[in-house]
């Protein structure tokens, strides 16, 4: 069953002397349950197109449907609340509210949205990220790798329809990157979980069920 969809997404910014094409006709599907790695040297891409996928930006022309969906329809208030819960974004700096704990870090998403928080869920998912032991704990009371948990339990907390992951290792220790690669695995594995991964790491783009190579805003290679 295909979940995504992206459809000739072009994204240029300036004009004339200054124009550049960050995104150049990209198109591709996902189906649901795939993890996919798109990959890239750094100014291929690969970011803009994962924030246009989340509706974080607007192309310039193209269409993405997420579910079925042509989010771009939406207009600037429904997309955000359809981001939210239907979009799990984990960033490369995990972007945790510094005055909250782990526990309302990852249940903030549900807050926004005036949803009930279903504690079993929560200690499943705690248990899940290996944080029950640190739930009380402030973000400058954990290490880097137990933030960026903490981030993937907040992405995963709504049960989204698609997870994206912007160099989710890029912060990281060997050791951690290990434990996020692993986490991620697990999410779409046994929570069957889809995944969209930006990374400029070959090794770590393995994992996924397919790799997509972007350079200069163009998809080349698919496999």
């Not at 150049?24 to 100014?43: L, N, P, Q, T």
């Not at 949803?115 to 499943?124: A, M, P, S």
């Not at 930006?198 to 805003?217: F, Q």
């Amino acid at each position: 069953m295909e979940i995504l969809k992206v459809e000739n997404l072009t994204k240029v910014y300036g004009k004339g002397s200054t124009k550049v094409v960050a995104l150049d006709h990209v198109s591709f599907s996902v189906e649901k349950g795939e993890f996919v790695a798109i990959v890239g040297a750094s100014g291929s891409g690969k970011s803009t197109l994962l924030h246009l996928i989340g509706g974080v930006d607007r192309p310039t022309s193209g269409k993405v449907w997420i579910d079925g969906k042509d989010i771009f329809c939406f207009d600037d208030d429904k997309l955000a609340i359809f981001r939210r819960r239907q979009v799990g974004l984990i960033y490369q700096f995990y972007n945790l509210i510094p005055i909250l704990n782990v526990e309302e870090n990852i249940t903030l998403p549900l807050s926004l949205d005036n949803r009930e928080v279903d504690k079993e869920k929560l200690e499943e998912m705690l248990k899940l990220l290996g944080l029950d032991e640190r739930k009380n704990h402030l973000p400058n009371e954990l290490s880097g790798g137990q933030q960026q948990r903490t981030s993937i339990g907040r992405a995963l907390i709504t049960n989204p329809t698609i997870i994206l992951a912007d160099e989710p290792t890029g912060n990281l220790d060997s050791k951690a990157s290990d434990e996020i690669v692993s986490l991620l695995q697990k999410s779409n594995k046994e929570l069957k979980q889809t995944i969209i991964m930006i990374t400029h790491n070959m090794e770590i783009a393995k994992i996924a069920d397919r790799i997509i190579k972007l350079e200069d805003g163009k998809i080349v290679q698919e496999a």
